[in-house]
């Protein structure tokens, strides 16, 4: 199968081919006929930079060989037909004409018509070409390796293909960003950016503002071990994740505030620090200093920014964290300067010692600690992961820590090469074995990963 779109003539990679061959099939039964082309974006695993993206602030992720797959034929009809080739996901069809978003109903291909939209909209809101449409995928779904974005990704790429329009990574990537905030997810841009802008190999540092990638060469002697909790998350369907925007936001204003700076336009913890031109650790000090450790309520918000109640709601809230009364500023904004630190150090210790001897223990340490500061500071755990962690690091982990958003999904850890196979029987028998729910979904649940490529489109032969 021949490559296109992306400036790309990559053939699809081996893994990718046994799962086209059978989507094929799925397609041909599906609709009676062959595909044209098919999408595929991959899911990622943050290596840390944890919920600091909306922030602003740099990450470190990695593609993974699991991806979201998608089988298209184009057509004259202005109708978009979609289905999934799990038989658990409902089938839909909608009119390029007037797609619509529930965000109140996050289905599966609402994610898809995100990346739908967002390209008909960055190509002047004009009807789009006709689809028909199987999507499959490797990716455990709500498992904090960005499934849905993922799916967003793949949409949006096979929707520039299908009109026979052509962009770049980085625009295809922004786009997807801005995109996925139809169904009410207000993310940072991490998950889109590493899909688009994965290589083979190598993990990312993903930096905002201007969106821009950089090689991280991973150390000598160590893999990374994905491992799911199997107690499943929806960023959309639950408000935790917007919460946590929301507080970062607030926080933003009354740090700005507090140190005579235009609150009312930042918007972002990383927008304080440049604006002061303070360091990380200044911002840890200022954080301490203005904020108190006791949860702000609405009024004392309002009161400290001189806004009224009808000001928090339209200009500061979502529209799912409305009923929130009380926000724990001084943890939020302590956990992302400390995350941001974090990532910086990672990947400094990745780009002077690859092959120290200490490296690997450096960063498993770094690791550890982005984990207490999610668990304790920003609250984004479960009791699962944080027992799924604590069996990781008994079990000969260097490092281990959640990863994606919380509340359930994966955690990664940093694992000696030495040490895999007994870490994984280890891992099995302490976490998945005992537990009939867990020990069904081990075989997809637990794996090495290693860094894999980007989006990338794919002719029939």
Known sequence: MQSSNLDSSELAPPYASVLLQSLKEAFEKKYGESPLFYARAPGRVNLIGEHIDYCGYAVLPMAIEQSILAAVTVNDAKTIHLANANPIYKDFTVSSEDIKIDRNNPQWYYYFLCGVKGIQEHLGGDPLSGIKCVVDGSIPASSGLSSSSALVCCAALLTMEANHKSLNKVALAEISTKCERYIGTEGGGMDQSISFLAEEG????????????????????????????????????????????????????????????????????????????????????????????????????????????????????????????????????????????????????????????????????LMKQSHASCRDLYECSCPELDRLVEICLQSGAVGSRLTGAGWGGCAVSMVPTDRVEAFLTSVRELYYTPDPHRAALEKQSLFVSKPGGGAAIYLEE
């Open 202 to 365: 190598t993990a990312k540092l993903i930096e905002f503002h201007p969106l821009r990638a950089s090689d991280v060469r991973l150390p000598d002697g160590a893999v990374f071990v994905i491992s799911n909790c199997c107690v499943e998350m929806n960023k959309a369907a639950t408000s935790h994740f917007n919460i946590r925007v929301v507080e970062c936001r607030i926080a933003t204003k009354m740090l700005a505030k507090a140190r005579g700076l235009d609150w009312a336009r930042l918007l972002k913890l990383s927008e304080v620090q440049a604006s002061l031109g303070a360091s990380l650790e200044e911002m840890l000090r200022l954080v301490a200093e203005v904020l108190h450790p006791e949860p702000y309520s609405r009024e004392e918000v309002c009161r400290v920014l001189g806004i009224t109640a009808e000001q928090l709601s339209t200009d500061l809230l979502s529209p799912n964290t409305q009923h929130v009364t009380q926000f724990k500023l001084y943890q939020r904004a302590r956990h992302v300067y400390g995350e941001a630190a974090r990532v910086l150090r990672f990947k400094s210790v990745c780009d002077e010692a690859p092959s120290a001897g200490n490296a690997v223990q450096r960063l498993g340490d």
